[in-house]
C-alpha cells in the first residue's frame, strides 16, 4: 500500500522515497510513499520529477499509487519533486469547487452531481432545471464573501457510519476522509485543497448551459480568475478602442453597429437587384437578333463562382426575352460559366423534357470544353 503523503501535507512539493516495484521496463513505478497526487475524484493528476525523471501520468489503483515515467530510474532510493504551480492551481480551482458546490445548494437547492476540472476552467453540473443570470451573480457574491472570511479548511477521518452532515452522502464504508469548510460544508474526498477559503482567491462565474437536465456551471478560482479576468478586460478594451467610446458603453454601440450592419445588407440586396433588372432590359436592348431571330449575350467571370449579382442578372433578363442562350464561343481562360435556359418560356419550341435534355448536353459539352481549356 503506498503511503499518500498528500492526504495530510498538500503543500509538501519534495519527498524521499524508495521504489518498491517497477514494471513496463521500469517507466512504471511504486514507492513506498508519494506526494504525487492520481487523477481522482475530477482533479487531474500531479506532475513533477523522480530523480530528476518526468512524471507524466499518476494512476490511483485502489492500494496503490503507480508512477508513469518518461524514462527508467537508476536507484531505488528516490527524490520527488512536485510541480507546485500545477498543483496549487489544482488546490484553487478544488477548494472553489466544494465552496460552489455548498452555495448553490444553500442558496437555490442544487445539489452537485458531477465535477470537472479542466485545463482551462472548471465545471460543475447541478441539479437544476435553470440557473438565471441574477442567480448566477447572488451565488458569485456570496462565494467570495466566504473567500473574503477566510474560513479555515479542514481534514478529519471519521467512520461512514457515524459522520454526520455530509453535503453528499457517501457510498463508501470505514474511514472517511472528510474535507470541511467551517459552518459551510462537510464533504467525503481524497482531493487536494487550500488551507482557509481565502486562498482559493477570487471566484469567477462565467458560461452556464443545460445538460442531460442538468445545469453546468463554468467557474475559474484564483489565478484562473485573475488571468482571465486580464484576458477579458484586454479584449474589452481593444473594442473600446476601435469604437474611441469607455469600455461600459461598447456593448450598446455594438448593438447599434450590428442593427445598421443588418440594414445595410438589406438595402445593398435590394439595390443590387434592381440594378440587375436594368441592366438585363438593357442587356436585351443592346443585343441584335442573329439571322436565326435569337438575340445571343455572353458575360465573362474572371474568376470565382457565380456571384448572387449575375444570378439576379439572369433571373431578371429570362423574362424580356423569347429565347436566350449563352454558349462559349471560343476559348476562354478562365472557363466560362454557362447557365443554360432551364424553362420552356425562354425555348418554347421544346418540351420541358426535351429542355432538360438540352440542358444537360449543354452542361457535358461545358464539362468537355473546360477539359480542352
Ligand atoms: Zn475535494
New binding site residues.
Given amino acids: 500500500m503506498t503511503e499518500r503523503l498528500y492526504y495530510n501535507q498538500p503543500e509538501l512539493t519534495g519527498f524521499q522515497a524508495i521504489v518498491v516495484e517497477s514494471t513496463e521496463g521500469g517507466r512504471k513505478v511504486y514507492l513506498d510513499r508519494t506526494a504525487f497526487y492520481p487523477s481522482s ?1 475530477g ?1 487531474p493528476h500531479d506532475r513533477g520529477e523522480i530523480n530528476g525523471v518526468a512524471v507524466l501520468d499518476v494512476v490511483d489503483e485502489e492500494d496503490r499509487v503507480a508512477h508513469i515515467l518518461e524514462t527508467p530510474l537508476a536507484q531505488p532510493e528516490v527524490e520527488g519533486r512536485i510541480d507546485w504551480k500545477r498543483r496549487f492551481d489544482h488546490m484553487q480551482q ?2 472553489g ?2 465552496l460552489l458546490s455548498a452555495v448553490l445548494e444553500e442558496m437555490y437547492s442544487a445539489s452537485t452531481v458531477s465535477f470537472h476540472m479542466g485545463q482551462d476552467v472548471s465545471t460543475i453540473d447541478v441539479d437544476a432545471a435553470a440557473l438565471s443570470a441574477e442567480q448566477l451573480a447572488g451565488a458569485e457574491r456570496r462565494a467570495n464573501d466566504l473567500v473574503f472570511e477566510n474560513r479555515p479548511v479542514t481534514v478529519s477521518y471519521e467512520d461512514a457510519s457515524e459522520a454526520q452532515g455530509l453535503r453528499k452522502a457517501s457510498g463508501r464504508t470505514g474511514t472517511l476522509r472528510i ?1 470541511s469548510i467551517a459552518g459551510l460544508d462537510r ?1 467525503a ?5 487550500v488551507s482557509a477559503t481565502g486562498v482559493i482567491g477570487p471566484i469567477l462565474l462565467r458560461k452556464v448551459e443545460k445538460i442531460r437536465g442538468n445545469v453546468r456551471v463554468e467557474f475559474l478560482c484564483g489565478g484562473r480568475a485573475i488571468d482571465q479576468a486580464r484576458a477579458d478586460f484586454d479584449a474589452l478594451g481593444e473594442i473600446a478602442r476601435a469604437f474611441s467610446s469607455p469600455a461600459a458603453q461598447t456593448p450598446a454601440l455594438v448593438s447599434q453597429l450590428l442593427a445598421r450592419s443588418q440594414e445595410l445588407e438589406k438595402s445593398k440586396r435590394k439595390l443590387a437587384t434592381e440594378l440587375a433588372a436594368f441592366q438585363g432590359r438593357q442587356l436585351y436592348e443592346a443585343t441584335a437578333s442573329g439571322d436565326d431571330g435569337l438575340r445571343r449575350a455572353s458575360q465573362r467571370i474572371i474568376s470565382g463562382g457565380i456571384p448572387d449579382e449575375l444570378r439576379a442578372f439572369a433571373q431578371k433578363v429570362s423574362p424580356l426575352v423569347r429565347k436566350r442562350f449563352f454558349s462559349p464561343s471560343a476559348p476562354i481562360r478562365p472557363p466560362c460559366c454557362w447557365l443554360p435556359p432551364a424553362t420552356a418560356e425562354f425555348m418554347p419550341e421544346m418540351s420541358s423534357n426535351k429542355c432538360s435534355t438540352r440542358a444537360a448536353a449543354a452542361a457535358a459539352a461545358t464539362r468537355n470544353w473546360r477539359k480542352a481549356a
Fill in positions: 475524484g482533479q478544488h477548494t469547487q466544494h474535507v464533504s474526498c481524497g482531493g487536494t485543497h
